[in-house]
């Protein structure tokens, strides 16, 4: 049984860092492309980051490069999202996806692209 789960959400005032954590089992993780998602109030889903499998290629939305990064612990089954430079824009509920059965390599960008959800993590950015 898939299943993922966010952790390391939290407060924090503009500038600082928080680092979150998606849990992940019921599959190898370096097999699947995991990606990370923030979801504002009367936003859409809006892709941050993603790690591709087999050789961990990354991608970032424009608004976070410099400022995130994303990486893998295939040993303890953990991803990780650093951020940096926090800013009160970055408030939001913050997800971890796996997509599955991509091809190797593959960076997926989209809410349709991914099968399975963990349940979120809070991030607000305010003084």
């Known amino acids: 049984q898939v299943r993922l789960v966010e952790s390391g959400g939290g407060l924090v005032q503009p500038g600082g860092s928080l680092r979150l954590a998606c849990a992940v089992s019921?599959?190898?993780?370096?097999?699947?492309?995991i990606g990370w998602f923030r979801q504002a109030p009367g936003k859409e889903r809006e892709g941050v980051s993603c790690i591709s499998s087999g050789d961990g290629d990354t991608y970032y939305v424009d608004s976070v490069k410099g400022r995130f990064t994303i990486s893998r612990d295939n040993n303890k089954n953990m991803v990780y999202l650093q951020m940096n430079s926090l800013k009160p824009e970055d408030t939001a509920v913050y997800y971890c996806?796996?997509?599955?059965?991509?091809?190797?390599?593959?960076?997926?960008?989209?809410?349709?692209?991914?099968?399975?959800w963990g349940q979120g993590t809070q991030v607000t950015v305010s003084s």
């Open positions: 019921g599959f190898t993780l370096d097999y699947h492309a």
């Open positions: 996806g796996a997509a599955v059965g991509l091809r190797v390599g593959a960076r997926p960008t989209q809410p349709t692209d991914y099968d399975y």
